[in-house]
């Protein structure tokens, strides 16, 4: 089988390539545990977790749904969920329980009675399951981590463990990969990536959530030579095929596609390199064909690709701070593209951007003073509108009240009910209108004054999930998982 791939690059001639594919082995297929025998658990109370009331039941008209993806059922930051709470009482939203976390990024992911958790505890990487509406836990799984961040960030886990079939995928920040069954915390397989494929630590570790698609779990595995991307089987862990041979990992995830009527996966890969090299690759999920690779990284040698693909229709949206901008382009039906503009204003750090009636939505900007929420048209790449949303707000420091200036800065959207819920990375949660007359703030509540909150929340049966990952000056407090209830009679 042969793949064609396009290779624009960044300024120059679109030109496009067809080549036989790299042939990749599984270099260590890992060994499968049978079934234990161990009959699932119940949950029981769980030391870390302050509970505070019991939630809201459910409208009997509301729809509602699973949240065991990164960015949603639809990978798309969209929620399926209705009668959800508009707005906020003086206190900010009702808080059901809050766990006391260790350190990572991960956002959890729920299915049915579990929630799923992935963190740090010391000198062990911690999967928690829970139950969601109570913060109880099921069970732990832990094992020993001695993960540094080179940029003093954090040492916990980034990428978001995934759930089917009864299983849990969780993908450490040092490159550990964990098959877990969901009743029972039982190890069906695990793999050790970055030994197994000779992957160097990146700038800040692994943070690619693994996509679930069909019997295959995508990872961005960025393996010098090749494969960049691999597919696993999600029974045994063995690797199905590779693709790509070029960039190494990113962290954006992988998001899969309808183009054509066909099933493609898009993968924005490419962190540390030198020199700097990355972008778009659009495979086959089935076979690992790559239709086409399309160069889109920042010159710089300290960055990253970090904001997922955005797939509309038969179009896709990559896009890269670090002063390089989004780029949207058409594929077609015989497995090339077209690229139909670039905007280098929409530089998109680590949010992803939502489509919505023609238009995208995100916080762009690459760090916290030229943060803006933007609006761009999506049939012509014209920046819509730029906003800075900032507010004068009074905080008690140390017993005594402060006056400081409030913005989300460069936080993550929900798309619910046709609106967009906002989480700022000090850990505001805002209720906006957006459309290309501009932005309205609907309702606004400070949940707690703390930085890097930069995991997307996630929102399921009315609930919220939100990391606090770390310390708040208001209140005073460590990092914590935070549960609230939006659910709307």
């Not at 020993?144 to 009864?166: H, K, L, M, Q, S």
């Not at 862990?237 to 309808?258: I, L, R």
């Amino acid at each position: 089988m042969f793949a064609c791939r396009a290779a624009p690059g960044i300024g120059l001639a679109a030109s496009l390539l067809c080549a036989a594919p790299k042939e990749f082995r599984d270099p260590a297929p890992p060994q499968v545990n049978e079934p234990d025998g161990r009959v699932p658990l119940e949950p029981r109370p769980n030391p870390l977790v302050t509970f505070h009331r019991a939630a809201k039941p459910l409208a009997k008209k509301a729809e509602t749904g699973d949240w065991a993806d990164f960015l949603g059922p639809e990978h798309n930051s969209v929620s399926r969920e209705t009668h959800i709470l508009r707005s906020f009482a003086a206190g900010g939203p009702a808080l059901v329980w809050e766990m006391a976390k260790g350190t990572g990024y991960s956002a959890p992911a729920v299915q049915g009675d579990y929630l799923i958790y992935f963190h740090r505890q010391g000198a062990q990487e911690v999967i928690d399951a829970l139950h969601p509406e109570t913060g109880k836990r099921y069970w732990r799984y832990a094992y020993p981590t001695d993960f540094e961040d080179r940029y003093g960030y954090n040492n916990g886990p980034r990428a978001a463990p995934v759930i089917a079939g009864g299983r849990v995928y969780a993908y450490g920040a040092q490159g550990v990969l964990h098959c877990l069954r969901l009743s029972t915390g039982q190890v069906l397989w695990r793999r050790d990536i970055a030994a197994e494929f000779k992957v160097p630590q990146d700038f800040f570790g692994v943070a690619s959530t693994p996509l679930i698609e069909g019997d295959k779990l995508i990872v961005n595995v960025g393996a010098p030579g090749g494969p960049t991307v691999a597919a696993f089987d999600l029974l045994t862990g063995k690797m199905v095929w590779g693709a790509g041979e070029e960039w190494g990992p990113s962290y954006a995830s992988p998001t899969p596609a309808a183009v054509h009527g066909k099933r493609r996966v898009l993968v924005l890969a490419g962190g540390e390199s030198n020199p700097p090299a990355g972008g778009l690759l659009v495979i086959d999920p089935a076979s690992g064909a790559l239709d086409f690779s399309f160069p889109w990284r920042s010159r710089s040698y300290e960055s990253v690709n970090a904001s997922s693909p955005v797939a509309a229709g038969n179009r896709v949206l990559v896009s890269a701070t670090y002063r390089t901008g989004a780029a949207f382009l058409e594929l077609k039906p015989d497995g090339g593209y077209a690229e139909l503009w670039q905007n280098n204003d929409f530089d998109l750090h680590w949010t992803t951007a939502i489509h919505k009636d023609g238009y995208f939505y995100a916080f762009s900007g690459r760090n916290e003073p030229d943060a803006k929420l933007t609006c761009v048209n999506a049939a012509s790449g014209e920046t819509v509108w730029s906003e800075v949303l900032e507010w004068r707000e009074t905080v008690e420091v140390n017993g005594e009240p402060r006056a400081i200036s409030g913005s989300p800065l460069r936080g993550n959207l929900l798309l619910v009910e046709g609106k967009f819920l906002a989480l700022g990375e000090h850990g505001h949660l805002l209720w906006l209108d957006l459309s290309p007359q501009g932005p309205q703030v609907l309702a606004r509540s400070r949940l707690f004054l703390a930085r890097e909150t930069w995991s997307p929340p996630v929102l399921s049966r009315g609930l919220l999930y939100v990391n606090q990952n770390s310390r708040s000056v208001a209140p005073r407090t460590g990092p914590r998982l935070l549960c609230y209830d939006l659910r709307r009679p």
